[in-house]
């Protein structure tokens, strides 16, 4: 464990510190008054930290690469309201110097569990090919560590290693939840397309260091990624009754419900229709927690809203809060 | 019971019956080869026939009336894949002749059991002024069994009486069964939202002999009558808590989710954004049941989509009939 | 009267002056060079003001409060074409010390001769119902009041204290001036319905000494507010006729013209349908006001059009001021 | 005059007519019963009327043409609740034998009267070159008497003979009653605007017996021709100034007030703000009264909405007569 | 060849004719009169027929099946515009007895010279990979055929036997005009994206005796089933670039241009850019020949514009009919 | 030729120059430390540099002018990643001192070979009527000339001198590469809209000394402009053809190809069709251009996208720099 995390900042104002860093950006820059520094944004798990070298750094750009780690000393302040590090040692550090955990926000739940849960459902399935084509991918060699390990975006809803997994997850359970109360709805394929559903991302972004897009998933996407692996799986797998390829299929074109967000099909099966708004409903809970949070982390007041939150055209209210905060 | 009734016809071809019915239109037209006959539409709960009185109508016109029963003798055809009857006798019916429950469709399930099973869901809840509220509506003795009986809509989902209720109860349970996936919510807040969202249809829709908009119901539209009603029990209920108030009436004002759907505000805390999302998966899958039922009686094979669906711009499929079908 | 208001900076440039101001924001930052100082925005009907305490601000600290008044003394200069206040001295002021009415923009009508013109017109109602209607509200020991000095808006039109009563007493002369040419349009109702529609403003800002939209504004709405309070008057002047209840609220909930303006219905009546165009055009030329002051203030020639304006997605331009500059 | 009118049938229900039409329609049709009949459109000013010649019909369709006038004689009856005509006797007319006027629909105002008013406003101008261009409209040898007589539209509003002069002065009027309350506004200019705004209908549309748009109407437009004509007079008045001209095309340009009416330019000036707000207030109302004269004959009551109104995506309703019932 | 077809019947009025259709729809209906009548749309390459055999048909409907073909006796005639025919014979056919060439309507280029003229090009391909793919498809067992017979659509352009081949060339033949303008398109990629992009309506449409939708074509569309037509391949052809994988896969996905036409992606390539955009003009001008042919059949003058077309939202015009009308 | 161009500064960085540009703004601003600084941008053809000058610029001010020319001494260095200059001279410079061809960017293409290369295809025309129309605007005093060193845009495609010409000359040799494709299209009169559809921008657009629009480009815009260029010489030609005034007025006004991009008119002809899609091609390459140089520029790798495009609301991918950095 590192002796010193981006978010303990607070803690160790003006104070001198030792710590390891991922180094996301890098550059020179002129001084106003002549000759050059160093400007750099470090990382760890629990944020970035903008950080200013002023002298003798020669070493730290012969050595040190964006993307790469460093081992640093310098002091913390405070700049505009906001936290900074002035460097006075800067060096490359060896992957096998840190501990690559502290480096990327990671799900809060363990892999392990999650994984044990999702598959005590799929072992529960009574239809024993979509069982089949699920294990396929849970057990592929490359696929199934990917989907694990994989964040469920960029920078939006659980956008930290292993966030995919706790998405489906929770998703799946919202979906055997709901279900019962619609006698239309195959549990069995919903479960699956709950499952299945998000795998493009695991080619769709990288998250070596950070979290990027990939070309190809910038390029095809990630539903249609995840299209032509189903087909590959199918294809594998055969005999694999065509009925449900063509359900599974449809589901995974259909999730995101809308042509403008991508989804070249809109959803037309009961299964279809129920994972796309359940999706969504997660996604827009994630979007609200996050809101919820930045608020309360910028001193807002419980009686007062979000910042507007342009994706939804509106701003939020934490009504719990509220409550809460009257009695 | 009535002898005949409106979905019996082909099991009545080219026979005659005498039965009751409610009027629904009627009018005198001229016939191609001069003089004049009557054309009408008689309906019951299990829908609506054409019918046609060629001769002698001069008591039926003198005695009945539009949206009144009458008692009829006639033949049953088919003519152009519709079936109709052809009068031979028609007088008016008054309202104790007849089981006014056999021109209505009703709700499926007895409404003393939806309102018990209501009750007990409200009888729980932690929250003592959202109980006092709720009960307030139900126990009212105008408002109170208007919700009992109402439809849900003039024609798309549960248009029948007692759906109102029906279509709350079920959207009370799926609340009940994903809430706790979402520790946002407050459950208590979610269900009296739920429970009140559509009050205002008690006086939006008429329901007297058919399912018709009142005029209040189109110049005011049931959210802001919802909310009005609101305001008038608040005001009973004083001293009642504010921000509860607040928090109620902004889940009536936002559940319709867009402003093109009539909804004055987008839903900001997290209850109304899961009641809005719930509220319209509801409306979604009576709208699939609806067109799967069509299909079906429209002689649609198992491999086929239903017709296009306007309000969702695409056709849906049965997912469950054709996985069925192939076994 | 204050000895300097924002206003007159120009006039003062590095001179020392001694005021009275609002405290809108207040902030202590560290400086580049170590340690900390004050960072504030100071203001008053005419404007707001930049200031900086470099030294010594621990009294104003202790004493002063967002929101609350201020003695300052402190040299005025101009940096990056700003005006900013460099504070030697500052403490907190009592509002006894204040002319309050140097702290806020109002409007350049006297509001006594406004109000007067407004029950002028009421008078002449033929209508004896719908002049009890009006009467209540602008009698209403809290409504009253408060309509009589409320802001028509936050930051756009008519944002000045008594702009809703400006506002609408120019709404209420185009109507009368309009209405004859309309011959379907009944007059008093207009009348009615162009005092009323923004009477929710009452409830749905503050103008303490910002202005700023309360949390019942942003999760209920003007729009939703007046209904109520209209629904509340109508109980306490019952028996009032229904149909002048249904049409008067029709106007309210209908007078911004789209759904996605909040409207949660559309004008359908004559009344409505001119209120809502009459109602735009006020907010229209409101906005051409704003961009031509703006433009011209900004140093910009006669035959230059304004900034582009999002919310009318065009530039404007002054055609007068161009015809004039010509001659 | 003639002896029946359209709108007389009614009255000579079952009776035979002798009178002069515009055939609109004319079509030989099989009978179900073998040989041929002749299937017509006759109309007048108030009206068109559908109408069968069963045998002998040669000499008709050997003298008779679509656009041209007859005489006939025939019985007149209802069927399916629209009135028809059975002709015995049908032969060309010619223009001579008619009165013209009496075959299309024409102000209620007399055409010399509004020009007048028209004229007298444009007399008071107190800018000298505006009058001359205007006049210059009005006493062309060609556009003056086309703009006397022209309908504004094919179908919608103010659509009969003069509806353009009619359309314009009321227009005019509204301006001059609402220009005082908006100081940014040049009159002269605006009711030049007003005035010359739909001149290009003297070229879109084509009334010599129907309403019909004309070729270069469909592909070059109203805003498109009006706006060359205007450069076309601006030459023949040189020197005329610049500006005035440049204000002058952006309201032509701009009056439909959006772009996706065929608008090229976005109103950018006060006179071009208002004169398409008030042009756009103008149709909405002439809708609308046709909406209530079309409820009303259907038979609608007083409490009954207009049926949808495509057009404003909603359905309209009468206050007045609402109101009037009550009393 | 068959004695008569669809389009002769003007030719046949009133005369008995004998040959052979393909039975589109059979339906028994009820005469007015009593008893049943057998009501039948009949077809043939060069269009469909509506038919009528009012007694007899035991026979018919006991041996003749829809999308089967049928022998029939009858006479044609012209009932409200429409051509028709009596049968006083109808047996089934079987399909020995017909030239199935007869009852689908095919391209006017023959299929041997297109597929020729294709593979010419292929040829001249540089990259050798590119052109392996592309020849992959065509000399695919099941697909190349396929391909070479498929119409382009079920309704719209090119719906007809061969349609889709004949697309292909005509789009890849514009490419290879173009592309030279665009220096940054890569002519080969470009070429084969012309030839595959819809290669998944091989599976969308069915051709049998009717153009109909695949269930698969309804639930996963052409474009999704090219894409995993493309993976398929690509494993097959293995190792096969990478890079030429994911552009042609892009160009694929988003050849529609717009999200609301079911593409996932957008075009972000020169060569996906260039070809979605000729494959939209392919599209319109084969739209404007079906609305000119249309405009001209119907006895629309040179200086008519065709009926409104609601595809593009405006009526279109035969310019060059038009110009030669006049000399 | 000047001795230092701004895209020059790299191999200048941290040494002193001097060169002559273009002021294209200059401002006095507060040191922070007191006192004022001269804050400007100079420009020449080649791009933009920000400049300071610190001290004794009373010369300066007092002799240059925006818009004007200066000759300066100066030293070039990098702040935050952007060149700049530090003044130490500066003095106004008479335009006859520079080669004002050094201050504008120009076509690649000599302005006199374009020329050459429309008019040949001109001359070819069958049709001496547009040839005539052609040549009356190249020929034109006025505004041929202006037609030759126009820019085609203020900032988008081709926003250089004389890039109208060269937008119209590649979009004229598109035409005639695709006309031949579509037999419906009269290729003359396809060139003449070709030619003539911008010919608005030579008073749309000023290039004085920077490209901007003018006020009349603002309020009636190049598309109503062509327009009104194309009555008179109609005007002067007379007599002229009246179908092809029709038709060349509609490619004119129609392509935009969308109401919102302010075209008053769709295309309805199968000119005014290729056309529009043929100059919307132009333009979407000519944005491609432009992001994919931007990206090299700013280092991006061969595989990155560009940044996102708003106008095409995605980022573009330059395939052939990928493909052949592969290699």
Known sequence: MKEFYVQDAPR?????????????????????????YLA???????GALEARMWDDFAEAVATCT????????????????KWQITLTKMRNAAESEVDTADFQAVSEFPVAQMDAELRAIVDNFKDADLKRL????LDDEEIGPAFRVA????????AWISGLLEH???????????????????????????????IGKVKELSWKTNFTYTLEGQMIGHISIAQGLLREKVKELAPFPERLRILVEHMILSH???YEFGSPKLPMTPEAMLLSALDDLEAKFAAMRREF????????????????????????????RWLADEQ
């Not at 160790?12 to 050059?36: A, H, L, P």
């Not at 964040?151 to 659980?158: F, N, R, Y």
């Not at 979906?175 to 709805?185: D, I, K, Q, R």
């Open 12 to 36: 160790f104002e003006n104070m001198v510190i030792t710590s390891y860093f991922c180094v996301s950006q890098m550059q020179k820059r002129d001084k106003k008054t002549g000759g050059q």
């Open 256 to 258: 995101h419900g809308k």
């Open 66 to 81: 964006e993307g790469g780690y460093a081992k640093v000393q310098g002091q913390i302040s405070n700049y505009k309201g």
């Open 151 to 158: 964040p469920a975006a960029k920078m939006l809803h659980h």
């Open 40 to 46: 750099l944004t470090l990382s760890d798990k629990t």
């Open 293 to 320: 949070a930045a608020a309360e982390s910028s001193g807002k007041a419980a009686d007062e809203t979000t910042e507007w939150v342009r994706s939804m055209d509106r701003p939020l209210f934490n009504s719990q």
């Open 168 to 198: 489906v997850l929770t998703l799946v359970k919202v979906c055997l939840a709901t279900a019962p109360f619609y006698p239309e709805v195959n549990t069995d394929l919903l479960v699956t397309g709950a499952i299945l559903h998000d």
């Open 134 to 137: 699920v294990l396929s991918f």
